[in-house]
């Protein structure tokens, strides 16, 4: 069975940086992209980031633009990411995703990121 385990949340002024990073482990786990969702108080799901394995190329929402990074390495089933210039509407529960060919999405148990103003 495959398990996604993030870590990294945490309590941080506005202005500040942390950096999650998700890591799968289990058999025979393969997946062509891992990323981020977010869910803020009160709000549904939304995408953050994420990346494909095939070229590495990356995706952002706009909310994130110019401030989050996301990146990975697929031979260590892993994928970061680095948030900079944290606002107060950043503060959510950061949940990693990873798409799989014949297990699809899986998600990860979510990590609390607080931003104080």
């Known amino acids: 069975q495959v398990q996604l385990v993030e870590s990294g949340g945490g309590l941080v002024q506005a202005g500040g940086s942390l950096r999650l990073s998700c890591t799968a482990s289990?058999?025979?786990?393969?997946?062509?992209?891992m990323g981020w969702f977010r869910r803020a108080p009160g709000k549904g799901r939304e995408f953050v980031a994420h990346i494909t394995w095939t070229n590495n190329n990356t995706y952002y929402a706009d909310s994130v633009k110019g401030r989050f990074t996301v990146s990975g390495d697929n031979a260590k089933h892993t994928v970061w990411l680095q948030m900079d210039s944290l606002k107060p509407e950043d503060t959510a529960v950061y949940y990693c995703h990873a798409d799989t060919n014949g297990n699809g999405r899986l998600w990860g148990q979510g990590t609390q990121v607080t931003v104080s103003s």
């Open positions: 289990g058999r025979a786990f393969n997946s062509y992209s």
